[in-house]
């Protein structure tokens, strides 16, 4: 069997009061947005660069790169069915996904199948969800971001599965 492996990974800065912050594709109320050209979502960030190394396509500044306007602000979704429809161009289909978010808060579990949920219909797999803390180490630790760990696993594409 032709499998094939990806590992993602992302993180970014608290931006301050002035961004909603975007995680999983979705919105999480009452936390402060994280910086970056697009959204910030590292989650969706952390999967599309998992995606893109498990097809041989770079990564999602590659790709998408900050250079281009059109991705200024864009939501994660664009980047994730965009690396998703490369995967199937180079021939391969996603079986599964996992992500890790690593901070402080927000905290993941109440929203954590709403989540999974969002990311797996825009991938078009699986995608599972976990989160941890690093006991007051390191810049997520200090409450000064968020980061995120993907990890992602590609087959050949079935040519009679549609999308």
């Known amino acids: 069997m032709n499998l ?6 992302d993180a970014h ?3 301050g009061d002035q961004r909603p912050l975007h995680l999983a594709l979705l919105t999480w109320p009452g936390h402060v947005g994280l910086e970056g050209h697009s959204d910030g979502d590292v989650i969706a960030h952390a999967l599309v660069d998992a995606i893109a190394q498990a097809g041989q396509l770079g ?5 998408f790169g900050k250079a281009d306007p059109a991705y200024a602000g864009a ?24 992500v890790q978010l690593v901070g402080n ?3 993941l579990a109440p929203r954590r199948a709403q989540a999974q949920i969002a990311l797996s219909e825009a991938v078009g797999a699986p995608v599972s969800l976990a989160a941890t803390t690093t006991d007051s180490l390191g810049f997520a630790g200090r409450g000064e971001g968020l980061a995120a ?13 549609e999308g």
């Open 4 to 9: 094939r492996t990806g590992i993602g990974f």
């Open 75 to 98: 939501n994660s979704r664009v980047f994730l069915q965009g690396v998703t429809d490369r995967l199937h161009q180079a021939g391969f289909q996603l079986v599964h996904a996992a």
């Open 59 to 63: 990564d999602i500044g590659a790709i």
């Open 149 to 161: 760990i993907a990890t992602c696993l590609a087959a050949p594409r079935d040519p009679t599965r």
């Open 13 to 15: 800065r608290y931006a």
């Open 105 to 107: 808060a927000p905290v």
